[in-house]
């Protein structure tokens, strides 16, 4: 991914260090499309807006740092991978991304399921009214407290991770006198071109039960003779930020393989398949994601040509997209505080922010653009590295990016495709407190998830 450049002119350096960055663009008043929300331009002023607002307007009303989401670019992307899969297969967002009340309402208006994996998150769907039918609850370590809550709630099934959960669940089932929905989550042994700690399906690893050694096979034996459960089908996830396709598709094939497996042995045929999330966004715009509706035929065209071949019927499929649906619908705004130009380097340009609002940078080396979004400039590029305000050297949100080299203090930069895991994964590392997650639509703002405060912090700090 190491690409290099020499641009002319920049600031502060005769030459560039090296580093993970294009050429600078030539305006770097542009916005490329692929990486930011769906409403945002730039006025005739040269200000950002998004959703109709400016990105003034929104800081002055807010506050920075902030999490600014476009709902209708939300909607859209939801309801985009809802018709592309159509009525015979489901698609699941997973709230692991992000997760708020309002989030699940629009989800729930758009027709589409939810996957949690926490008690936390269980809570959340319900409180805002998502049917239980439609939600997945996952997880490789469920208490016995949310699976208890999970069942009486009559969420739509349980992905089982583990032979220890079969058991667990089929008997919490049962003293519920209730008969549970399940899946089997399996680890097809797929290496995902991905980040080491976001890929799921090579077989050293926590989640899922192996194909490998006939384990998988085991584990439907052993559900399949357990009256609290009614096993509905199989589940893969093979990890995160894919581009690639031919992943999923070893992993359908592997999975069909175990349906034909439980059909030869049991005479049942499992009414479900569920490949997971996964799927790629563009964070720079050097990143090709695909579209829906491509993602779609490729998976139901293989399922489909797998169980033709098998001679099974096509299961239903059902997917878990978190971030291809959140990730690109929201950017981070920031007011930029001290810059620090270190000659013969970078210029460090520091936020109100930081690692605390987005861990993503330092926990996965993940690469991220950035845009002064306050005003317009025409000075020359300068490489910058958008650090935070944390007592951490880590505390990178963009590693490395060109910003105009008039920069100054009080400007408005905004990071764009921040909706997925930033807001989820935030943390108050040095009292740092969370930023809100401000919806636009139609020329209007409001906070759906508030700002923290010093009394949140203290009112946990209970002496
Ligand atoms: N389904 C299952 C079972 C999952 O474990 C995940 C993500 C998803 C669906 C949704 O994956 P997505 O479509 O959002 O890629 N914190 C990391 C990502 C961890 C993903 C965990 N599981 C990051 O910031 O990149």
């Given at each position: ?8 002119g ?223 089908g ?7 930020q ?68 098998a001679?099974?019927?096509t ?23 001290t ?39 025409d ?21 490395d ?37 401000v ?25």
């Amino acid at each position: 991914m190491s690409r290099s450049a020499h641009p002319a002119g920049p600031r502060h350096a005769d030459v560039l260090p090296e580093g993970h960055y294009s050429a600078p663009a030539a305006d770097l008043n542009e916005l490329d499309p692929k990486v930011w929300a769906q409403t945002v331009s730039r006025d005739a002023d040269g200000v950002v807006t998004v959703g109709g607002i400016d990105v003034k307007t929104l800081a002055e009303q807010h506050g920075t740092p902030a999490y600014v989401l476009d709902e209708a670019d939300f909607r859209e992307r939801a309801r985009a991978w809802r018709t592309a899969f159509g009525q015979d297969a489901d698609v699941f967002y997973a709230g692991k991304a992000f997760l708020s009340r309002a989030v699940v309402r629009w989800l729930d208006e758009e027709g589409l399921n939810l996957d949690v994996c926490s008690g936390g998150e269980l809570a959340t769907a319900l409180s805002a009214g998502m049917p239980a039918d439609r939600i997945a609850f996952h997880g490789n370590n469920k208490s016995v407290g949310e699976i208890t809550r999970a069942i009486e709630a009559g969420v739509g099934r349980i992905v089982l991770d583990s032979f220890q959960e079969i058991v667990r669940v089929a008997h919490i089932a049962q003293s519920l006198g209730k008969r549970q929905r399940v899946q089997i989550r399996i680890t097809v042994g797929v290496e995902a071109h991905t980040h080491e700690f976001i890929a799921t399906a090579h077989e050293d690893q926590k989640f899922g039960i192996p194909l490998a050694g006939g384990q998988a096979a085991e584990a439907v034996r052993r559900a399949l003779q357990l009256d609290g459960l009614e096993v509905i089908g199989i589940h893969s996830h093979i990890g995160s930020q894919i581009f690639d396709m031919s992943g999923f598709e070893v992993a359908a094939h592997r999975v069909v393989g175990l349906l034909k497996a439980v059909r030869d042995e049991h005479g049942v045929e499992l009414p479900e398949i569920d490949l997971g999330g996964g799927l790629g966004i563009a964070y720079t715009s050097d990143d090709d994601p695909r579209e829906p509706h491509e993602i779609a035929k490729a998976l139901t065209e293989i399922v489909t040509r797998e169980c033709e071949s098998a001679k099974l019927r096509t299961p239903r499929i059902s997917v878990e997209p978190g971030r291809a649906i959140v990730g690109p619908t929201a950017f981070t705004l920031y007011e930029v505080g001290t810059i620090k130009p270190l000659d013969g380097l970078r210029t460090y340009v520091s936020v109100d922010g930081g690692m605390s609002d987005n861990i993503r940078t330092a926990l996965y080396d993940a690469e991220y653009s950035v845009a002064l979004v306050s005003r317009r400039s025409d000075a020359e590029p300068m490489l910058a590295r958008v650090v935070g305000k944390h007592c951490e050297s880590g505390d990178i949100v963009v590693k490395d990016a060109f910003l105009p080299g008039d920069l100054a203090p009080g400007d408005l930069i905004a990071v764009p495709a921040t909706g997925a895991y930033c807001r989820s994964m935030a943390s108050n590392y040095n009292h740092v407190l969370r930023p809100p997650v401000v919806a636009v639509k139609d020329g209007e703002s409001r906070v759906i998830v508030r700002r923290e405060t010093e009394d949140d912090l203290l009112r946990l700090d209970v002496g």
